[in-house]
């Protein structure tokens, strides 16, 4: 038995292995994700009333089957929580119950899913694998990628659930199947259920085949009306339909393109015009048609060539970022060596803000190119990216064709967003179709689903994003060229507040008085105080409220009071912290914002050596704890009879994981032990083994960056990372004392003895 918070889906059911996404606007349900995430390791059940018409549904409405989901990842949309939720598994509840909060929990227990006979598993699936076969050849609008996926998976169980969240049936038939624990009975329900559906899809198929044996009926219109365009042609009289198809090839005749191609769509212009006026096909032949004949075959724009000029424009508009500009100023200078070089494909690495997209656009100007944005975020359906074929209905070019398209030229810079936040299921893998439209040797015979003919995409300039390097697929990573934007220094953002941002918004709001000045400390105020990020993405919103209600306010000249006036009360503002408390650390660690300083804080009481963890922390924290604990009680003689421990880690509204915070743990439960303070600016990161042993650790850039950014003085690293030093900013490297360690007794000599 084990008890977990609850979440009512009344439109929705959710299967194991199934992800959704949901969006919560009420302030119950972000409570319930809020406890999902600090208390149970981000799971939670979810269910789905007997009634679903039921506004306001009892507990006795509630079913005694659910499924035990994790909460993948959560997104704070204005007043909305977006959550994405995969389902794990059927759990059998005991009862329902209420805390003072009025969150709903249940008392839940795991259930033991049936023993299947191999064999009669094994023909079960073939026959259901062959039945919804049937179903998809039938049924024109279903996709036929999840015969892949099952093709590969011997588990009835999952291969039922994945059908079921596949097939259009009800929400009610869904929660019978979400609430049948038997794969085996599930598979012969399903068999019964899509066989109905076939004889609905043959019956409507019947239809359609009479209604189209009634056209024969219309033949003597037809002639007749084929008669009458023969007159109108010799009164000179052309109809829409004709003008046109004539359009079309003096469009065509001016096309330089391979001649299979341009045999390709006369037909398809031949058959437009005889097509009946009538007929639905016609209006589908013509937006082929005026969708490849729009396409750039042979339209390039000129590339500036002149890396002088390149590097100049991505200065005049970025600050720092050196590594991407020195990169494609030499891309230009080697192209007016070997103008058959393939361009590279880059992969630009950082956290949000620091100037991934911008730069990208930058690019593309700087390089007189067309510029066009493609978001993957979320993408998991390989057919967004390579297109629809025409049979399908609402088909469509694929992201990359309309790219291209709309960029009216055959060479522009495309911008692939977001690409470690793809997702790979039975829909199919975008990683792999990605793979294949960015890779020089493949894409010069890149084919799109619905155009049907090959386009060459090799003059492409491709530049990918990402906001964490581990997180982009494998299949990805081997072929593209990574480059790292860091987070940027407290000096860096002013320089680029004083030397961009500012005078951007003083144009945009048309502001020309000289007399308006914010000086540096005035800067280092505001960033400090009200911006909390690695980029300078808020830092560009914070100054465009403040010039706004300064033009407003009719203020021409601005200090910390009139800041805080206009803006309000610093939210990032300094905490004093008590350092008379043993058993309190600085820790580094690497987030979606950058390099972070965070407090790791740990008490004892009395108690049964019970260990408490907080602090919005993953299972490698909670398992670094262990670790520590065990290593300190075989090293050093400290008494852990007779008390629990707590430990606490701020800054909960930020996930924390990893193992890079093994070092600062161990400070501060010896620190307890010995009732000894350390200092507020000492900080510490590095993986701490069984042994005492001191790990490398991922992120050591953005952490140092984020230490000099809150005045760390001394900075505690592992003697492996001493190799990556050389990329850290000279200004951080100068303003800090960086001590390498390579065994904790290094560590427990300095401050313990």
Same mark, same amino acid.
């Given at each position: 038995?084990? +008890? ?41 059940? =979810? #269910? ?26 959560? =997104? ?25 909060? +009025? ?23 073939? %026959? ?7 179903? #998809? ?76 044996? $009634? ?16 007159? &109108? ?13 004539? &359009? ?30 009538? @007929? ?13 004949? @729009?396409?750039?075959?042979?339209? @390039? ?7 002088? *000029? ?35 494909? =880059? ?17 593309? %100007? ?21 297109? @629809? ?24 810079? #495309? ?71 860091? $987070?940027?220094?407290?000096?860096? &953002? ?15 709001? !048309?502001?020309?008085?000289? $007399? ?10 505001? !960033? ?6 690695? /980029? ?91 670790? =520590? ?22 800054? $909960? ?9 093994? *070092?600062? #743990? ?32 991922? /992120? ?11 005045? !760390? ?41």
């Amino acid at each position: 038995m084990f +008890n977990i918070p609850v979440i009512i889906l009344k439109k929705i059911v959710l299967l194991p292995n199934q992800e959704i996404k949901l969006e919560l606007s009420n302030e119950l349900s972000a409570k319930t994700i809020k406890e999902a995430n600090l208390n149970y390791n981000g799971k939670l059940l =979810i #269910i789905s009333p007997i009634d679903s018409k039921e506004e306001d549904p009892s507990v006795e409405d509630l079913p005694k089957v659910g499924v035990l989901a994790k909460i993948k990842s959560k =997104i704070l949309i204005n007043s909305n929580i977006q959550v994405k939720i995969k389902g794990i598994k059927r759990v059998a509840v005991n009862r329902y119950f209420n805390d003072v909060e +009025n969150i709903l929990y249940t008392e839940a227990m795991s259930i033991e899913i049936p023993a299947l006979i191999k064999d009669e598993e094994k023909t079960i699936i073939k %026959k259901l694998i062959e039945t919804l076969k049937k179903y #998809i050849d039938l049924a024109h609008h279903a996709s036929n990628d999840i015969l892949n996926f099952l093709n590969k998976e011997s588990n009835l169980d999952i291969i039922t659930d994945t059908i079921v969240s596949y097939l259009p049936f009800d929400i009610n038939k869904k929660l019978e199947y979400m609430q049948n624990i038997n794969p085996l009975k599930r598979a012969k329900s399903l068999i019964v259920d899509i066989n109905e559906e076939i004889k609905l899809l043959e019956i409507d198929e019947e239809l359609d085949d009479k209604v189209n044996k $009634s056209f024969s009926i219309d033949q003597k219109n037809f002639i007749l009306k084929e008669k009458l365009k023969v007159i &109108k042609q010799e009164l000179g009289e052309n109809s829409h339909q004709e003008q046109t198809a004539k &359009k079309f090839r003096d469009t065509l005749d001016k096309l330089k393109i391979d001649k299979d191609i341009k045999d390709k769509i006369k037909r398809e212009i031949d058959k437009f015009e005889i097509t009946n006026e009538s @007929s639905p096909e016609l209006s589908i032949i013509e937006t082929y048609i005026e969708n490849v004949l @729009s396409l750039p075959w042979n339209k @390039s724009t000129k590339e500036n060539a002149n890396f002088n *000029l390149v590097m100049q424009s991505l200065n005049e508009t970025h600050y720092g970022l050196e590594k991407i500009k020195e990169r494609i100023t030499e891309y230009v200078a080697i192209k007016n060596i070997n103008k058959d070089i393939k361009s590279p494909i =880059i992969c630009l690495v950082g956290p949000p803000g620091v100037g991934k997209t911008s730069i990208a656009m930058s690019i593309a %100007k700087a390089l007189n190119r067309k510029f066009y944005k493609i978001s993957v975020g979320g993408l998991n359906d390989s057919t967004e990216l390579i297109g @629809s074929r025409r049979t399908y209905l609402a088909a469509a070019p694929g992201k990359i064709i309309q790219g291209i398209k709309r960029a009216n030229s055959n060479n522009p810079v #495309i911008l692939i967003d977001e690409v470690d936040k793809m997702v790979k299921d039975y829909k199919g893998d975008p990683a792999s179709t990605l793979l294949e439209i960015l890779d020089p040797v493949q894409n010069k015979y890149f084919v799109d689903n619905y155009i049907e003919e090959p386009f060459d995409l090799s003059k492409v300039l491709f530049i990918l994003t990402a906001n964490y390097i581990n997180d982009i697929p494998i299949t990805l990573l081997d072929r593209v060229e990574i480059i790292e934007l860091n $987070s940027y220094t407290l000096f860096e &953002k002013k320089d680029i507040a004083k030397k961009y941002l500012l005078p951007n918004i003083f144009a945009e709001h !048309i502001i020309i008085d000289e $007399s308006i000045r914010f000086s540096d400390e005035l800067l280092y105020f505001i !960033i400090n105080n009200y911006t909390k990020e690695a /980029g300078v993405r808020e830092l560009e919103r914070i100054l465009t409220t403040l010039v706004r209600k300064m033009t407003i306010n009719n203020i021409k000249t601005i200090n910390k009071e009139k800041v805080i006036k206009l803006l309000g009360y610093p939210p990032f503002c300094e905490e004093l912290i008590d350092e008379n408390k043993w058993g309190v650390v600085n820790s580094l660690a690497y987030t979606n914002i950058g390099g972070l300083v965070t407090k790791t804080e740990v008490i004892e009481y009395k108690g049964n050596g019970n260990i408490k963890i907080t602090g919005n922390v993953g299972m490698t924290m909670k398992e670094s704890i262990e670790v =520590i604990i065990s290593y300190i009680k075989s090293k050093y003689k400290y008494n852990f009879n007779n008390i629990d421990l707590h430990f606490h880690f701020l800054d $909960s509204a930020i996930k924390k994981d990893g193992p890079s915070g093994g *070092l600062s #743990i161990a400070v501060a439960l010896i620190s307890l032990f010995e009732k000894k303070i350390i200092l507020n600016d000492v900080a510490f990161t590095g993986e701490l083994t069984l042994n005492g042993k001191i790990l490398k650790i991922g /992120g050591l850039k953005e952490k140092l960056i984020g230490a000099y950014n809150k005045n !760390i003085k001394v900075v505690y690293i592992p003697k492996q990372n001493c190799d990556d030093l050389k990329d850290i900013p000279k200004i951080v490297l100068e303003s800090m004392e960086i001590k390498t360690v390579e065994n904790f007794d290094e560590v427990y000599e300095i401050f313990f003895k």
